[in-house]
DNA sequence: TTTATTTACGAAACCGTTTTCGTTCCCTTT
DNA sequence: AAAGGGAACGAAAACGGTTTCGTAAATAAA
């Protein structure tokens, strides 16, 4: 049996709601009384009861934060960001893996609504419309933030990089490097992120009077098996690209291995540029060249639009869009 | 205004009780009448409030994961392990972060005695104690199981990895590999398992009659500049290592980096090997020689463990000590 | 001195479920 | 026909806090 706010107003003779005041430091309460019911709270341990103060006060102070994966170093450090803002104001934040699973998204959404967190900061799933109505259901009912991954048509706050530009500019510098025959690899289901970078790619290759060939342009899925044959079927191509734009992380750490296990040498052979915001991936070997968003300060921009919302702070345009900018880091992967 | 099952009860003239029932599909109600209910709900689009079901309930159908950091391989593998089984219980799992910090370790795990979650799996921060008194306090009031990094004198349930023998392995191996020089990498706080790696590492060196100096045993702290100047001043020594037992992750990849900076050529000059459970170990450069735990596995199993004792099942003991093999994954860094 | 105001606290309603007991009504038994 | 036994549902008490509204005493204002 666990100590309640009843047992302390019992043992020190006073009513629950003069505990509760006291608890809280409510000004009706004397300084005297307030130390008592501190004391002897402390004495016994007392924890209040979540549950029960989230259900009268309608708000759980949490946080939650939705993201496919966290074994990607965009994610991982994002969350860090969140997390760092979060704590100033008491939050906590809860984090939710999808795996790339939209059903599984909708669940936790779904969820969510139940009164489980005060916000939501998301950053979707492959296979989510551009208008999900369950993304938008949700950010009608509650506070909603988008980050990175974002659903173009839902009215939300959305934190984002300018994914076209930096499609265009990792196309432009492997074109600079001397590639002429560049492949991008791409997620199965409609990102609106995705489709911005191969737009980008696709603009850059236009602007170098580059035709572009859909067989250069790969739908990968959520399987590593499957996303390595299809890799390996491109790279054993006769007309073998000369270059890659790998739009994910995991897919640029993927055709490394490909490389590696087709005896291609990057930057010789083939010239490899990634998105990634990984600490280390300047050893990599040879070291990648990647676009690089700024994910702990997205993840901070993101929180702070949320609880910007949250506390409801009038002046503030309720449903902004922030563009963050990336930054190419060019590395020995894209070498001439 | 959340609709609420009073509501549901109201309109289809029902008693709350009934409707609660129905939608719970207790045998006490008619087809006919959850039919109704059930449909009416979904109409509606009624989502239970969670706080009061807990509250009455007083179970929460959450399991939190406490971890350091979500940015190391290890525990990131390990989250989608212990989400793989949580998943099939219909279970959702919390990450939280502690950043290393004991304090906010405490924080959270004395903010779950509210109720939060019906139980915890954790992998301690630098700095708890063996015999911790807010872990066995926690072990006490809640199902607890410890993985990877526990609390030796804690009595709770635990999944490790031989870190003694893994110590002791890393450094056989660089010693096989001519290495006599040999430092070792941990962390500033006690965790136990550091402490058993440097044990282990210890003892290889005795076992082959190499005197082990404290200069080259580093106690790393949390931030990284600190971590860089102190490894920058092990390594500009004048009798400077020829081998690195990095006993974190973070720790091996910085050794690299430091390397680079100081032009020293791994497995050359200087050979490391790395607790990692980096699915690209095998992509940097050079490749690095790892321990790889089994993180996913782990995370499985100290998952189903704690469902064991969530399901109270009988025959299990209670505090179970299971340890999973490590492997040592040869490459570059360490060739001769 | 009377009236207003403040201070410090208590009683009770409430948040939205779940759960325990009843209580009907109807159908078997004997 | 009386007793017994489900089947289907309702009333009300929880769960553990918060919050509103009183109220008594103490203090200030008139």
Redesign the pocket.
């Known amino acids: ?9 019992k043992d020190l ?12 430091d ?9 130390r008592r019911v501190l004391e002897y709270a402390e004495k016994l341990d ?4 979540l ?3 989230s ?4 708000k759980s102070h949490n946080i939650a934060v939705v993201v496919p994966e966290v074994a990607d170093s965009f994610f991982s450090s994002a969350i860090n960001g969140i997390e760092s803002v979060a704590q100033t104001k008491g939050y906590h934040v809860i984090v939710y893996l999808t795996h790339e699973d939209l059903k599984k998204e909708e669940a936790i959404l779904r969820d969510f609504r ?2 489980r967190v005060d916000g939501v900061l998301i950053s979707v799933s492959g296979g989510a419309k551009r208008n999900s109505p369950i993304h938008d259901l949700s950010a009608k009912k509650f506070p909603l933030v988008f980050f990175d991954r974002a659903c173009e048509e839902v009215e939300a706050a959305k934190v984002l990089t300018d994914d076209f530009e930096s499609g265009y500019k990792a196309t432009q510098h492997l074109i600079d490097r001397g590639c002429r025959k560049i492949a991008f690899l791409g997620t199965s289901e409609d990102l609106e992120i995705i489709d911005l970078r191969r737009m980008g790619y696709e603009s850059a290759l236009l602007s170098n009077k580059i035709k572009s060939k859909k067989k250069f342009i790969l739908r990968c899925g959520n399987s590593e098996e499957e996303n390595y044959s299809l890799i390996h079927k491109l790279l054993c191509r006769k007309d073998r690209p000369d270059g890659i734009v790998g739009s994910i992380e995991k897919l640029a750490t993927l055709s490394y291995t490909l490389c590696y296990d087709l005896k291609l040498k990057i930057s010789r052979d083939i010239k490899i540029v990634g998105f990634s915001s990984l600490p280390f991936a300047s050893l990599l070997n040879p070291s990648l060249t990647t676009i690089t968003q700024p994910a702990f300060e997205m993840g901070r921009t993101a929180a702070t639009l949320l609880f910007n919302i949250l506390e409801n702070k009038k002046g503030e345009v309720p449903n902004q869009r922030i563009i963050l900018p990336s930054s190419l880091m060019e590395r020995s992967s894209t070498k001439k």
């Open positions: 049996m666990s100590i309640t706010i009843r047992k302390i107003a003779q006073l009513a629950v709601s003069t505990v509760s005041k006291a608890l809280s409510s000004y009706e309460i004397s300084a005297e009384t307030k007392y924890v209040p009861n549950y029960a103060s259900l009268k006060q309608r139940g009164g």
